[in-house]
Nanobody, 115 residues
Framework: QVELVESGGGLVQPGGSLRLSCAAS????????MAWHRQAPGKQRELVAR???????NYADSVKDRFTISRENGKKMAYLQMRSLKPEDTAVYYC?????????WGKGTLVTVSS
C-alpha cells in the first residue's frame, strides 16, 4: 500500500513558476513509475508527465519544455517543476504511483494560473 500526498499548488500569475511535490509513504518507492496527471474543470483527466523507476521521462506535448518531472527515491518524493505557466494549465494536479496491477493516487492539489 502506498499513500501519496501532494503539495505546492496555489495561485500564480501567467508566466510564473510553481513546484509541486508528492510525498509517498508505505511500500518500496523506487519500484514505482511516478506520474503527474491533471484535470481541468469540465475536462477529462490527462497525463502531464511520468518518470520510470529507471529515470526515463515522458511529457504531454502541451507541457514539453516547460515542465520537468523528477524523483528522489531516498526521500520517497516526486516533483513537478512548472515554468512559464499559462491559464490553460489551471487544474487539479494528481500524483500517481503504479507498477503492474498496483496503482495509487493522491487527492490532488489545485493550481490556478490567473492575473
Amino acid at each position: 500500500q502506498v499513500e501519496l500526498v501532494e503539495s505546492g499548488g496555489g495561485l500564480v500569475q501567467p508566466g510564473g513558476s510553481l513546484r509541486l511535490s508528492c510525498a509517498a509513504s508505505g511500500s518500496v518507492f523506487s519500484i514505482y513509475t511516478m506520474a503527474w496527471h491533471r484535470q481541468a474543470p469540465g475536462k477529462q483527466r490527462e497525463l502531464v508527465a511520468r518518470i520510470t523507476e529507471g529515470g526515463s521521462t515522458n511529457y504531454a506535448d502541451s507541457v514539453k519544455d516547460r515542465f520537468t518531472i523528477s524523483r528522489e527515491n531516498g526521500k520517497k518524493m516526486a516533483y513537478l517543476q512548472m515554468r512559464s505557466l499559462k491559464p490553460e494549465d489551471t487544474a487539479v494536479y494528481y500524483c500517481n504511483a503504479y507498477t503492474g496491477p498496483r496503482d495509487y493516487w493522491g487527492k490532488g492539489t489545485l493550481v490556478t494560473v490567473s492575473s
